[in-house]
């Protein structure tokens, strides 16, 4: 059972970052940090935050020297928002990603199974829904909400789980 | 017909090739004839993301979205050159998204997306307080659109 309730975080990649900003645009973020990526086939990521802790959720074992930020999203928002956009039942799909395999049960990567790059290449109505609901989530962030870069976690240093 | 905001709110299902998009090329009325110095940012920023695309995002913009991208950018600048864009992004799957908002005397965000795809392919999204009114795929031509339907 999927905790409502639970936050999630969302890496912003390095190439995420804008070429090109008016300085006084808002919001802060430009929704294609949640457009699905080819990486995204079966949903938008999303790391659980009750199973990693920060400074993890920013880290991937593939790209080691990326410094990722993360935006903290509330689950239960994230789905009145994709109702908003068309997805009457937004779910979160626990999908375990390099670091799952490394530390185990219980998994933290999840993807948004609505939120694919299969649906937004090749229906005109999923791609609206998609790019509606980018445009939504960027809306309802603020600056408290986007955290890090964060430091390479050290293993000896840097608990996974959160306390 | 691409329309006024109070005209069309909704999603328009067709999502095709209208007539007022088609080519009736936009001209530059007196109040856009200052030309606004964010344009040369957004010209150097497409350059450099030419000369160096590595470095932005697992899968950067082409040289082909890259050079459309800049065309697109050329013409606008020449028709609308107090209107630079508000933000240059890649595409996450591959491709250059320019963006102009304009806020509305009556406090409504208007969005104008233009997407230059890796494979080839561009399309126009139009959106009002965050719904998506239209979606439009585009030529590689600007000139064979009316772009004040596009970004003015």
Known sequence: MTDASQTLYRQIKNGGNPIYYEPNRTPILHSAAFLPSSQDKDGLSVIQGGFRTKIWAAYRPEQPEERFRIALLRFDFLKTIALDAGFPDLQLKTTPDQLDDYFGIPFAHGVLPEINRISYDNCLVSKKQIKEFGKKVVESLNSQDIEGPFLKPDEGVHSHRPD | ?152
């Open chain 2, 1 to 152: 017909m691409i329309t006024s905001p109070s005209k069309s709110s909704t999603w328009d299902e067709t999502c095709r090739f209208e007539d007022d998009f088609s080519s009736q090329n936009g001209i530059a009325t007196e109040s856009q004839t200052f030309e606004n110095p964010e344009w040369g940012k957004c010209i150097d920023a497409l350059l450099k993301a030419w000369n160096e695309p590595c470095g932005l995002g697992e899968t950067p913009p082409n040289k082909k979205a890259i050079r459309l991208a800049m065309e697109w950018a050329a013409e606008l600048k020449k028709q609308f050159p107090a209107f630079p864009p508000t933000c240059i992004i890649p595409e996450p799957n591959g491709g250059i998204i320019m963006e102009r908002q304009i806020r509305l005397k009556n406090g409504d965000k208007r969005l104008y997306e233009l997407t230059f795809y890796n494979n080839d392919k561009a399309e126009w999204t139009s959106y009002l307080n965050g719904k998506v009114l239209k979606i439009v795929p585009v030529s590689k031509y600007p000139q064979e659109h009316n772009l004040a339907a596009v970004w003015a």
